[in-house]
């Protein structure tokens, strides 16, 4: 990989839930997620945060291995769960931090992939074609949940803002099925699960870039529709850059403060993006 843009930026200034990494043979982009009840142990502005880097520094160094990626993933997990126990207090948290990621490898001749959780992975081949690599399941039931959003703001009078604090039991519920068959899969502080991610590989012959994302930049064109398609999105990122459409996303966020056109819960949420040449 060359030619390589990165981007990365928290929701509220000070942290980032979001960690990344980028070089020459492999990409990654780690988006953590505290427990809804908030408590932390670690000494981190979130527990968020410390889980994203934490793996994020063991899989700069473990990808460089010849492993296959679900193996890397697997060992990390039960490393960093280790490390989070050794806590103050960690026995005790119910809801503990999580993360979703996606990684790029070069190994072998191929460009191989590995998507877990509503982290992106868009490819573009010399070809033409756009591969559009998600892993729909969390998607699905925050779609859900953003509906509760809508019904219960409709009801009461509330904006979707203030309904979002009547579906943390929703969520907390769908926190419970993480690494099931009835929920959806992440990094946890369990191994279950990480067989069950979007893999692949394809011809480093074949591949021309790629982008890979956090949900945080994906609603530039799943929910801003500020690009038709992730195919325009990596054709612009290509060729201006990152910074571009970052300004283009802020200033659609911004002129929707209340997230009553564009429903989400929050104003922004944390980003990372990483571009790259093959």
């Known amino acids: 990989m060359h030619k390589i843009y990165t981007y990365i930026a928290g929701a509220k200034r000070g942290y980032c839930e979001d960690a990344l990494y980028a070089d020459e043979n492999c990409a990654f982009v780690i988006d ?12 981190c502005a979130t527990d968020a945060a410390w889980f994203s880097a934490a793996h994020r520094a063991y899989l700069a160094a473990a990808l460089k291995g010849d492993g296959e990626i679900a193996e890397i993933l697997k060992t ?3 490393e960093v769960a280790a490390r989070y126990a050794r806590f103050d207090g960690a026995d005790k948290v119910k809801d503990k931090p999580s993360a979703v990621i996606s990684v790029v490898r070069e190994r072998n001749g191929y ?16 070809d033409g074609e756009v591969l559009h690599i998600l892993d729909t399941r969390l998607v ?19 904006t ?34 990480l067989d069950t991610a979007i893999t692949g590989k394809i011809p480093l012959s074949e591949v021309r870039d790629l982008l890979v994302f956090s949900d945080g930049f994906a609603e530039i064109y799943d929910l801003f529709g500020l690009y038709p398609s992730p195919a325009a999105l990596i054709a612009d990122v290509a060729e201006n850059g990152i910074l571009p459409a970052m300004k283009k996303l802020h200033a659609a966020q911004d002129s929707d403060p209340d997230c009553e056109k564009f429903v989400r819960n929050k104003l922004r949420d944390d980003i990372s993006v990483v571009y790259a040449e093959i």
Do not use: Q, W
């Open 32 to 43: 953590g997620a505290t427990g809804v009840s908030g408590e932390k142990v670690t000494d």
């Open 111 to 126: 460009l191989e992939y590995y998507s877990l959780g509503d982290t992106v992975v868009v490819i573009r081949k010399k």
């Open 160 to 193: 979707l803002r203030e309904a979002f604090a009547d579906i943390r039991p929703y969520i907390l519920e769908n926190r419970a099925k993480m690494n099931t068959p009835e929920g959806y899969c992440a990094l946890s502080h369990t191994a279950d699960g």
């Open 76 to 78: 990390g997990v039960r």
């Open 140 to 158: 699905e039931l925050d779609n859900i949940n953003f509906g509760r959003m809508k019904e219960i703001a409709a009801r009461t009078g509330k």
